[in-house]
């Protein structure tokens, strides 16, 4: 399988911007998602990019892919204290069984 | 407007119990999953059914059966439950379409302990 690494921790301001980036090794990759899991909820599909794209902007979200280094990155404009969760990127390609999640990123927005 | 539904929600056993957790969905959608997802670690998948009636083994099948027998329902069975399934139980499910392939709807998960 494939390896999906981010970073645990994240704290910003109310009002900052988050970023909150990740790493895959499966350079055959087609799509990248991003997911939001709040306290006691499963997860929520925020957005996604395919490989052959760079970036893709929705509302407050920019998600970045660079293919060359395998590092996508999910930016939060405007962080809200209901942006606090735990965000999941999540790598694969075609298949029902090919996509492997990272650990997650707990983002606490700091009022 | 249920969506994807898991029951049930918590659950305490003891070693060598059995048990099944159901997962409900009421959108037709063809694809159904189960993850786990443990403390530290991202989801992983257990099995999953691309259809009525098929199932599949995912990374970690290891203890586990499903059964896929009406469209809506994906059952998940321990058939003799160890402390190492201790974790969260999700349920995940999509039709065909751009995202063909990956989960879009999950249910709120199931929080077993085995003791």
């Known amino acids: 399988g494939e390896d999906v690494e981010q970073s645990l921790f994240l704290s910003v301001r109310e009002g900052d911007s988050s970023v909150i980036n990740c790493t895959y090794t499966?350079?055959?990759?087609?799509?990248l998602y991003w997911y939001k899991q709040e306290p006691g909820a499963g997860l929520q599909l925020l957005t996604y990019i395919f490989s052959n794209m760079d970036m893709k902007q929705d509302q407050r979200l920019t998600v970045l892919l660079n293919k060359k280094d395998k590092h996508l990155s999910l930016r939060i404009a405007d962080t809200q204290t209901g942006d606090s969760a735990i965000y999941f990127c999540?790598?694969?390609?075609?298949?029902?069984?090919?996509?492997?999640f990272g650990t997650g990123t707990r983002l606490t927005v700091i009022p | 407007n249920a969506g994807v539904t898991q029951t049930p929600k918590f659950r305490v056993l003891k070693t060598g119990q059995s048990m099944t957790l159901l997962c409900a969905q009421d959108m037709n959608h063809e694809y159904m999953y189960w993850y786990r997802q443990d403390p530290g670690m991202g989801l992983r998948l257990i099995h999953y059914s691309v259809g009525e009636g098929t199932t599949a083994k995912g990374e970690v099948p290891d203890g586990y059966n499903v059964s896929r027998l009406k469209k809506q329902n994906f059952l998940l069975g321990l058939e003799s439950a160890a402390p190492s399934q201790t974790s969260v139980y999700f349920c995940?499910?999509?039709?065909?379409?751009?995202?063909?392939?990956?989960?879009?709807?999950f249910g709120d998960g199931t929080r077993l302990s085995i003791l």
């Open positions: 999540a790598a694969g390609g075609a298949g029902a069984n090919n996509l492997f």
């Open positions: 499966d350079s055959s990759s087609t799509y």
């Open positions: 995940a499910t999509h039709s065909l379409g751009p995202l063909s392939n990956q989960p879009q709807h």
